[in-house]
């Protein structure tokens, strides 16, 4: 497995940004995918999630309303809209893929991690 965040950026609060997870080798589909961020000087912390085929996905209660998560048909890309985006969201974002294909929340449970896209929201 081999995971490719992309899509971060810098944007206005208030501002939206599309976060794109892909795995090269497409040998996902069966598995949840879950987004964490870590800001600076903090831990990181769980985001949102979607199982197989998008059959349950979980999202982080500070973000319900603002953010929507969804996989491609293949099932081998996963994104991440982000409305309404603050500063505090500011933080690099990360991917990963779970052993299983139930959306969970334990970041103990995501087994392959891509590398992080930066997302900056200036106020």
């Known amino acids: 497995v081999q995971l490719q965040a992309s899509g971060g950026g810098f944007v206005q609060a208030g501002g939206s940004l599309r976060l794109s997870c892909a795995d090269s080798?497409?040998?996902?589909?069966?598995?949840?995918v879950g987004w964490f961020r870590q800001a600076p000087g903090k831990e990181r912390e769980f985001v949102a999630a979607i199982g197989w085929r998008g059959l349950n996905t979980r999202i982080a209660e500070s973000m319900k309303g603002r953010i929507t998560i969804s996989r491609d048909n293949t099932g081998s890309a996963v994104f991440l809209q982000m409305n309404s985006l603050k500063p505090e969201d500011t933080a690099a974002y990360y991917c990963?893929?779970?052993?299983?294909?139930?959306?969970?929340?334990?970041?103990?449970?995501?087994?392959?991690w891509g590398q992080g896209t930066l997302v900056t929201v200036s106020s």
């Open positions: 990963a893929a779970a052993l299983g294909s139930i959306a969970v929340d334990s970041m103990s449970l995501y087994r392959y």
């Open positions: 080798r497409r040998t996902i589909s069966n598995n949840a």
